[in-house]
C-alpha cells in the first residue's frame, strides 16, 4: 500500500475516527488515501488555524482523545502552529498531519514549501519531515506513543507528497500501539509527602489540569474527603471537583480567581500541588504566594519540578497513579485514628465561601457582564461544557459561572488566543454530540475565526454561544488604565446597515445567519434567560450553532489584581445581602 495509506490504518488503530482540516495539492494524495480506507470522519474547516482548534476541542473532551488537523505545509501548517502552541501550553496532544513539497525541491523554495518541522519544534513534542517512505509507519506509531507518554502534547508529521504517493510493505492486521510510558509515585515518596501534609494546621490541595489529563479527578475528590482538606482547582483544573462539593474552596490567582478563594490560600499553611504548572495568573507575585506555608509539588514533567519556584518537596508522577497513592495511605491512617481533624479549617474555608462573594445581580441597561452569567447559571445545568479562551469575558465566566464536572470547563489556559473558541466549541460538540456545549466569547474574540460558524452549519454541529459585546477589547483596555490611555482598543462605529446598533458597529446576528446560522439579541436583563432557554431549542430544531448576543455597557472593570493575589481590586459593588449573588453555590450570609 501507500505509506498514505499506512498512516491512515495506523491512525484507525490509535483510535481515531474523526479529523479536521483543509486539503491541498500537496497533502491530496493523503486525502485519496482518507477516502479510500473510510472509518475517519473528515470536517473541512474553513480556515486551518480553525482546524487545529477544533483538533484541540475535541481533544480536550474525553480521555484518550486525540485530535487530528491536516492541511499542507505551508499555508496550512504555518496557520496551524498556533493551535499546536495552545495544545502544548496546556498538555494537549494532538496530531498535526502536513502535506510538502517533493524530497528533491524542498529546499529549492518550491511553491508552498516550507520548513515546517524547524517552525513547529519550539511548540511540540517533536515535529519530523519524513523523507524515506518506509519511515512512515515508525514516525506515526513513535508520534502516538510521544503523545500519550510522559506530559501530553501535540507532534506534527510532515510528509512530502512523493513520500505519500510512495508503496510500502505494512501490515495493519499486526500493528500494535506502543504501550505508553507514565512516571508513578513510589510508596515511600506518598508516604513522605504525607508525612509533611501530617504535620500542616491549615493544608490545601492545588489541583492542576494534570488530574484531568490523568483522568483522576474521582481519586482527588476521595482523598480530601478522607482527609479532610479543602481544594483549590486551578483554571485548567476547574471541574475535577464541584463547584457545590463542601470543600470546593474557590479558585486562586489574580484574575480568575474568587474572594473566598484567594483568602483561605493566604490563611494556608501548607500546598500539595497535583498536575499544576504554578502559572504566574495564578501564583502572581511568589512572594506573596509562597511566603508562610510549605509546598509539595507532583507533576508528570520532571523540568516542572522546581521551575517557578522550590517546593519543600517534589514528586514526578502521573496524578492518578500519585492520587492512588495518598487514597491508599490516607485510608490506612483514617484506619488506625492517626489523620489530623481538619473539619474546624474546611469548615472557615466553607465560611468564607459564604460571606466573600461578588455581586451578579444588576438591573442596569445596557447590560452589566455579571447579570449574563447569573442567568447562564439559571439556564444551562451542571451538564453543560463550557469553552472559553481569553478576555473579561473568560475572566467574569471564571469569576462567576458553575462548573461541576472534570472536562466541562474547556479553556485555552496558557496561550489565549483570540478566535479559538469558535473551532473549540466546533470540536467539543463534535466530540460528544448529545452534550450541552455553550461557548463564551467577548466580540473580539468572536469575530476572529467567525468564519469557522459556517462549519457548524454545514456538518450539522449544534451549539449555545454566548456573545457578550460591548465594543472594546475590554482587557487591553483595561490593562490600558496603567499608562493611562485608551488607544486602540475601541471596535465601535456607526454600522449604515444596522443604525438601531447604535453605534456598537458589527452586526453579528446578521453575519450568523449570513453563515447559516440562528442568532437573537438581548438589551435587557429579563431577556437573557428567556433568550438562552430559546436558544437551546433553537440549536435542537435545527442542529446548527445558535449566538446570544448580550448588548454590554461600554466600560465595566473586572475584578483583579496586576501584582498579588493579597491585593485585587473591586472595581464593582460586592454582594452584601443574598439577592445580590442568588446563583452563588453556597448562599450568602
Not at 482518507?34 to 473532551?61: K, Q
Not at 512516571?183 to 491549615?202: F, H
Not at 465561601?353 to 451578579?360: D, S
Not at 490611555?485 to 458597529?505: K, R, S
Request: glycine share 10%; proline share 6%.
Amino acid at each position: 500500500m501507500t505509506a498514505a495509506r499506512a498512516a491512515v490504518e495506523i491512525l484507525k488503530r490509535e483510535g481515531v475516527d474523526t479529523a479536521f482540516g483543509v486539503p491541498g495539492a500537496a497533502i491530496n494524495p493523503f486525502y485519496a488515501a482518507l477516502r479510500a480506507a473510510g472509518g475517519v470522519e473528515h470536517t473541512l474547516a474553513r480556515h486551518v488555524e480553525g482546524a487545529s482548534h477544533m483538533a484541540e476541542g475535541y481533544t480536550r473532551t474525553a480521555p484518550g482523545n486525540i485530535g487530528v488537523c491536516i492541511g499542507t505545509s505551508g499555508p496550512a501548517g504555518t496557520d496551524m502552529i498556533t493551535g499546536l502552541y495552545s495544545a502544548i501550553g496546556d498538555s494537549i496532544p494532538i496530531l498535526c498531519i502536513t502535506g510538502q513539497a517533493p524530497v528533491a525541491v524542498i529546499e529549492k523554495e518550491d511553491f508552498q514549501a516550507v520548513d515546517i518541522a524547524s517552525i513547529a519544534a519550539p511548540v511540540t513534542k517533536k515535529a519530523t519531515t519524513v523523507k524515506e517512505a518506509a519511515q512512515v509507519p515508525g514516525v506515526f506509531q513513535e508520534a502516538f506513543h510521544l503523545m500519550r507518554s510522559g506530559r501530553p502534547g501535540p507532534v506534527l508529521i510532515d510528509l512530502p507528497i512523493d513520500v505519500q504517493m510512495t508503496e510500502i510493505e505494512f501490515d495493519p492486521d499486526t500493528y500494535e500501539p506502543l504501550v505508553p510510558h507514565k512516571p508513578a509515585a513510589s510508596r515511600r515518596q506518598a508516604e513522605k509527602a504525607m508525612d509533611m501534609l501530617a504535620a500542616a494546621e491549615r493544608p490545601l490541595i492545588v489541583a492542576g489540569g494534570g488530574i484531568i489529563n490523568a483522568d483522576a479527578s474521582e481519586l482527588l475528590v476521595e482523598f480530601a474527603e478522607l482527609t479532610g482538606i479543602p481544594v483549590v482547582p486551578t483554571l485548567m483544573g476547574w471541574g475535577a471537583i464541584g463547584d457545590d462539593h463542601p470543600l470546593h474552596a474557590g479558585m486562586v490567582g489574580l484574575q480568575t480567581s474568587h474572594r473566598y478563594g484567594n483568602a483561605t490560600f493566604l490563611e494556608s499553611d501548607f500546598v500539595l500541588g497535583i498536575g499544576n504548572r504554578w502559572a504566574n495568573r495564578h501564583t502572581g507575585a511568589l512572594a506573596t504566594y509562597t511566603e508562610g506555608r510549605k509546598f509539595v509539588h507532583v507533576d508528570i514533567e520532571p523540568t516542572q519540578i522546581g521551575k517557578i519556584f522550590a517546593p519543600d518537596y517534589g514528586i514526578v508522577s502521573d496524578a492518578h497513579a500519585a492520587l492512588k497513592l495518598f487514597v491508599e495511605i490516607a485510608r490506612e491512617r483514617k484506619q488506625g485514628g492517626k489523620l489530623k481533624d481538619l473539619s474546624k479549617w474546611a469548615a472557615g474555608a466553607r465560611e468564607r465561601k459564604g460571606e466573600l462573594q461578588r455581586r451578579t445581580h444588576f438591573d442596569n441597561v445596557p447590560l452589566k457582564p455579571q447579570r449574563v452569567y447569573e442567568e447562564m447559571n439559571r439556564a444551562f445545568g451542571p451538564e453543560t461544557r463550557y469553552v472559553s479562551t481569553i478576555g473579561l469575558s473568560q475572566i467574569a465566566g471564571a469569576q462567576f459561572l458553575h462548573v461541576y464536572r472534570p472536562r466541562h470547563w474547556i479553556n485555552c489556559g496558557q496561550a489565549g488566543p483570540l478566535g479559538w473558541t469558535v473551532p473549540a466549541a466546533l470540536g467539543v460538540a463534535k466530540a460528544d454530540p448529545q452534550a450541552s456545549v455553550v461557548a463564551l466569547s467577548g466580540d473580539y474574540d468572536f469575530q476572529f475565526m467567525i468564519e469557522e460558524l459556517a462549519v457548524g452549519a454545514q456538518h450539522r454541529i449544534p451549539y449555545v454561544h454566548v456573545l457578550v459585546n460591548n465594543s472594546y477589547l475590554g482587557l487591553i483596555r483595561q490593562a490600558q488604565r496603567n499608562f493611562d490611555m485608551d488607544f486602540q482598543v475601541n471596535l465601535e462605529f456607526e454600522n449604515i446597515n444596522a443604525p438601531e446598533l447604535g453605534g456598537y458597529g458589527v452586526d453579528h446576528v446578521k453575519v450568523a445567519e449570513g453563515l447559516g446560522c440562528k442568532a437573537l439579541r438581548v438589551t435587557e436583563p429579563d431577556q437573557l434567560l428567556p433568550a438562552f432557554e430559546e436558544a437551546k431549542k433553537i440549536a435542537a430544531e435545527y442542529r446548527v450553532p445558535v449566538v446570544v448576543e448580550a448588548i454590554l455597557e461600554r466600560i465595566t472593570n473586572i475584578s483583579m489584581s496586576g501584582s498579588d493575589i493579597a491585593s485585587v481590586n473591586e472595581f464593582e459593588e460586592l454582594a452584601s445581602e443574598a439577592a445580590h449573588a442568588p446563583t452563588a453555590t453556597v448562599p450568602l450570609v
